[in-house]
């Protein structure tokens, strides 16, 4: 089981796929994780609930995505997460994984974060994209109340106007006071343009990522959360915000450098 170490890098794929690329990622995961001394917990989607359009790839589904999950976990020895989007989902996940996570658009479901919390694994929230800092703390506190081993809220960005998001960087601190929650940082989200595509789907700003991660690192991020791919344009979900696998390692190590200056007199 996990408690949200610090710091703590989840990544993986936005939908998990057929073949074998969950794997590939999840290997290539391991490799930094030994590489970089820094824990490292898998996130892969079986469902995409929330897509732009009708016709959009949504995932393998509950059953083949948690078998996919669970191979991952068995040839990498990574940790794994995935979004449960409806309570009655939250028993069969809680069998494969090692934590839960509430989408930012359903943060303040209650039947959700309650059945999730029940679970009694450690639960990661992420924090909608109209929610204040403190607003959160309600979130938190149903997860809390309901059984979570251990909680993390997940900045992703406020809305401004309606094509664009913004990272306050003072969101860690005030997140932090506010839930008492390990606060990781959602570099990949972040950069989002919802409906910026001709089509209605959502766009994004991938060469903002490094920028944003590397200043969350130093403005109190307690862990990282990035959404990874060998090929971003292949990716059936988000591949308009992913950073590329290749690119990954070179990042998290010049975070870690960062994150080690500012965090080296604090208790881990």
Not at 167 to 179: E, H, I, K, P, Y
Request: charged share 20%; with cysteine.
């Amino acid at each position: 089981m996990i408690e949200w170490p610090r710091p703590v890098l989840v990544a993986g794929p936005c939908a998990l796929e057929e073949g074998d690329v969950n794997v590939r990622i999840g290997v290539s995961l391991a490799e930094l994780a030994h590489q970089l001394g820094l824990r490292v917990i898998y996130k892969g989607s079986f469902d995409k609930a929330n897509r732009s359009n009708i016709d959009a790839p949504r995932g393998l589904g509950l059953d083949r995505g948690l078998e996919a999950l669970a191979k991952v976990r068995s040839e990498t020895g990574l940790s794994i997460l995935t979004d449960v989007h409806e309570p009655q989902q939250a028993g069969p996940v809680a069998e494969v994984v090692d934590a839960l996570q509430v989408p930012a658009f359903l943060c303040r479901q209650t039947d959700l974060l309650v059945a999730v919390g029940a679970q009694g694994k450690p639960v990661n929230i992420k924090k909608g994209q109209w929610m204040s800092p403190e607003a959160m703390a309600g979130a938190v506190e149903k997860a809390r109340q309901a059984g979570a081993d251990a909680t993390a809220v997940t900045e992703r960005g406020t809305f401004f106007g309606y094509g664009d998001l913004v990272v306050d960087m003072r969101s860690f601190r005030r997140l932090r006071v506010a839930t008492g929650a390990r606060v990781l940082y959602d570099a990949t989200h972040a950069v989002q343009r919802p409906g910026a595509h001709p089509t209605g789907a959502t766009g994004g700003s991938p060469e903002d990522i490094p920028h944003l991660l590397l200043a969350a690192a130093a403005a109190g991020a307690e862990g990282f959360f990035v959404e990874t791919h060998p090929n971003p344009g292949e990716a059936p979900s988000d591949g308009s915000t992913m950073l590329p696998l290749h690119e990954l390692s070179e990042l998290m190590d010049k975070a870690m450098g960062i994150w080690t200056d500012v965090h080296a007199k604090t208790t881990v």
